[in-house]
């Protein structure tokens, strides 16, 4: 399986201000997702990361709080703009190596807004 | 929609006893099921899939389409099987996941 590296591992922001959070892979990927698992509940995606064009969002989420870039099939990031409390989570990268290939996780990013 | 359902949040059992963590999904076509581990402060990662058919640190998982069950199984269940357990659902495989809320099971000494 693919090696997933998450940057930052955690995080205190303040509010109001916006987080990058980063994922890399040591190999190519087909799928990329990003998932939010807030405190106490259970992984909701967030949005599919889309190589060389724009995410496609889950219902609830927009481009404009959570904008994704995925320049090519190793790397993404997820952007968490104009923080507020409600935002505090763990924010997870998931990849899926090839077609029918089931997903692999990263580490996660513990972001708390204060 | 689909919908993955643990009706379990906490499971508590003995060394050694039996174990079995209930997963129900709602889909109205032919999904994959997934059941993920998450260990103390380790990443989530991937125990079962259906379609693999396989056990994994003697934990098996049987997909009944008729209940709509893939319900989590081991004969004997040891102090490190300790974790959160998350059933997954997808359309295929590598595509987006829906989780379950989870069933964190504590096996006692």
């Known amino acids: 399986s693919a090696v997933i590296s998450q940057k930052p591992s955690r995080d205190i922001c303040q509010r109001g201000t916006s987080l990058t959070i980063q994922c890399q892979v040591d190999?190519?990927?087909?799928?990329m997702f990003w998932y939010r698992q807030q405190p106490g509940q259970s992984l909701t995606l967030i949005a599919t990361?889309?190589?060389?064009?724009?995410?496609?969002?889950e219902s609830g989420f927009v481009i404009d709080k959570f904008p994704i870039s995925r320049p090519n099939l190793t790397f993404s990031t997820l952007t968490v703009s104009n923080m507020s409390p409600e935002d505090s989570s763990i924010y997870l990268c998931?990849?899926?190596?090839?077609?029918?290939?089931?997903?692999?996780f990263g580490n996660g990013t513990r972001l708390t807004v204060t | 929609a689909q919908r993955v359902t643990q009706p379990e949040k906490l499971l508590s059992v003995f060394k050694g006893a039996p174990v079995e963590l209930k997963c129900n999904y709602s889909?109205?076509?032919?999904?994959?099921l997934f059941w993920y581990v998450q260990y103390s402060r380790q990443r989530l990662q991937l125990l079962l899939r259906?379609?693999s058919r396989e056990s994994i640190k003697g934990f098996t998982a049987d997909l009944n389409k008729g209940e709509t069950s893939f319900h989590l199984k081991k004969p004997f269940a040891q102090e490190e099987d300790s974790a959160m357990y998350y059933c997954?659902?997808?359309?295929?495989?590598?595509?987006?996941?829906?989780f379950g809320e989870g069933t964190q099971l504590t096996v006692n000494p």
């Open positions: 998931s990849v899926a190596i090839e077609i029918n290939s089931p997903l692999h």
């Open positions: 190999s190519q990927v087909t799928m």
């Open positions: 990361a889309n190589q060389g064009s724009e995410a496609t969002y």
């Open positions: 889909y109205s076509g032919s999904p994959e």
């Open positions: 259906h379609i």
């Open positions: 997954a659902l997808s359309e295929t495989s590598g595509s987006r996941l829906t």
